[in-house]
Structures are given as structure tokens and as C-alpha cells.
T-cell receptor, first 115, second 115 residues
């Protein structure tokens, strides 16, 4: 597709279960970002991938959160032993790199509800 | 470190009146600045950006923003507000020093246009 694709769009899980959220960026975009948006809150940076460089994991809130990006394309955000405070919308975005570009293209998000 | 401040949680304006949504930023190098809009239950959409050149930037849906380096501001403006402009607006900054591409978002400002 032409845009950033995220799945699932909605996920309801029980406390303590693991979840995986997937992001398929725009073809050719070298940068990929994960953000978290809690109800009524702004965007919280989680992790950033740029090409083959080591990812910037500085925003991950705990060691229960991890992410990988395979082949420089699809990314998976994994949350282990989910807690109720993990409930949020997880947004993925991709971007091309260049001197006159730079805007992020966002997916529709994955809404996670932890019961 | 880079940061963005949106001092107003909510801005109310009457339909047909001009609107301003404020944003100030802090970066160590030269900034790329962005505005995004989020309609209810949707992902973020790019509105406009400042990279270099003319300080007044025009974007989608009649919005514009003015880059002011001395005041480190990038306020979003529109001459005549529409009810359909009601949404959540995010300012973002990317510090391009050294090629680093991390994008930091403000906390968002809810714009309410009153008929």
C-alpha cells in the first residue's frame, strides 16, 4: 500500500499476557518511529530506527518493551507481561531522509487495551 | 537535547475568526519544525514544515506558520477558522545537527472552533 500500515488496529488482552504490534512502513523510507499516545495525552517517543544504525531505544519505558526492524522494513513492537498502564494507542511513523524532506507519515495506530 | 512546548492545552475560537496555536522549541543546532493535525480516532496528518528559507510557511487547509528564530517560536495560524478545523494539533522539532533524525513532539493543543 501507499501508506504506513499497522496491525492489529485494536487489541484487547489480559494483564500479564505478551502482545506484538506490527508496522509496515512506506517503501523506501529509511527511518521508522514508534510513539505511544495515552488517552488525552501527547505523543511519547518510544524508539527510532534509522537504516542499519543502532536504534535509539531511549524512550522505551521499561525492559518489558522491545522492538525490532527486520530487513530495514517491517517493525514489530513487543510488550511482555502487559500491565494496565500499557493501555494506549501505539503509533508508527516512517520518514525518508534528506535535506528537504523530513515529515513523518503516520499509520492509523494500534489501540491496546489491557484488562 | 531537543524539546517542544505548546503552552495551551486548548484554544477556543469562533468560526470565521483568526486562530493561533502557539509553539516554542529548543534545539542545539538548526531545527526542522513541523505541525501535524489529529482528527478524532485517526492518526496524525502532516500540515506544514519549516526547513529553511522564507520564515512564513504555508501548508494544507489554509494553515500557515511563522518561524521566529530569535523567539524560538513556530506558531500555527489561520486567517479564518472553520468548524472542521476542530482537532488536536501537534508541533514537532527535528534537530538536524549531525544527521540525527529523532523527532520530538509537543503535548498537543486541542482546537475548538465554535459555530
Amino acid at each position: 500500500g501507499a501508506g504506513v500500515s499497522q496491525s492489529p488496529s485494536n487489541k484487547v488482552t489480559e494483564k500479564g499476557k505478551d502482545v506484538e504490534l506490527r508496522c509496515d512502513p512506506i517503501s523506501g523510507h529509511t527511518a521508522l518511529y514508534w510513539y505511544r499516545q495515552s488517552l488525552g495525552q501527547g505523543l511519547e517517543f518510544l524508539i527510532y530506527f534509522q537504516g542499519n544504525s543502532a536504534p535509539d531505544k531511549s524512550g522505551l519505558p521499561s525492559d518489558r518493551f522491545s522492538a525490532e526492524r527486520t530487513g530495514g522494513s517491517v517493525s514489530t513492537l513487543t510488550i511482555q507481561r502487559t500491565q494496565q498502564e500499557d493501555s494506549a494507542v501505539y503509533l508508527c511513523a516512517s520518514s525518508s531522509q534528506g535535506p528537504t524532506t523530513g515529515e513523518l507519515f503516520f499509520g492509523e495506530g494500534s489501540r491496546l487495551t489491557v484488562l | 537535547a531537543q524539546s517542544v512546548a505548546q503552552p495551551e492545552d486548548q484554544v477556543n475560537v469562533a468560526e470565521g475568526n483568526p486562530l493561533t496555536v502557539k509553539c516554542t522549541y529548543s534545539v542545539s543546532g538548526n531545527p526542522y519544525l513541523f505541525w501535524y493535525v489529529q482528527y478524532p480516532n485517526r492518526g496524525l496528518q502532516f500540515l506544514l514544515k519549516y526547513i529553511t528559507g522564507d520564515n512564513l510557511v504555508k501548508g494544507s487547509y489554509g494553515f500557515e506558520a511563522e518561524f521566529n528564530k530569535s523567539q524560538t517560536s513556530f506558531h500555527l495560524k489561520k486567517p479564518s477558522a472553520l468548524v472542521s478545523d476542530s482537532a488536536l494539533y501537534f508541533c514537532a522539532v527535528r534537530d538536524i545537527s549531525g544527521g540525527y533524525q529523532k523527532v520530538t513532539f509537543g503535548t498537543g493543543t486541542k482546537l475548538q472552533v465554535i459555530p
